[in-house]
């Protein structure tokens, strides 16, 4: 079990780990509306961070790509902050 430097990291793996399931999961794992409703819901959690907690996420999801071996799981982990909106007001 890795162990890691804050909670905030721990919490964004464990985000990470769901919402790349979700992603992954085939119509007949996860019913799509349910899916889209779910990825759609972080994004508009992760839109009420403030400037200074959408980088320290961002920072947090590079050093996850930076340590990911798995190179589909890598691409999700640097194109998450675009993906989820992180990118609009992020300094």
């Known amino acids: 079990m890795p ?5 905030t990291h721990a919490l964004a793996a464990a985000l990470v780990d769901v919402l790349w399931f979700i992603e ?3 119509d007949e794992q996860t019913d799509p509306d ?3 409703k779910a990825l759609e819901g972080v994004a508009h ?3 009420k ?3 200074a907690q959408r980088s320290e996420l961002i920072g947090l999801l590079g050093t996850m790509a930076e340590a990911e071996s798995d190179p589909a799981r890598r691409e999700f982990l640097e194109g998450f902050p ?3 909106g992180l990118l609009d007001d992020a300094v």
């Open 34 to 36: 349910d899916a889209i």
């Open 45 to 47: 959690l992760l839109s």
């Open 82 to 84: 675009e993906g989820f």
């Open 49 to 51: 961070l403030s400037s």
């Open 3 to 7: 162990v890691y430097s804050s909670l």
């Open 24 to 26: 992954g999961s085939e």
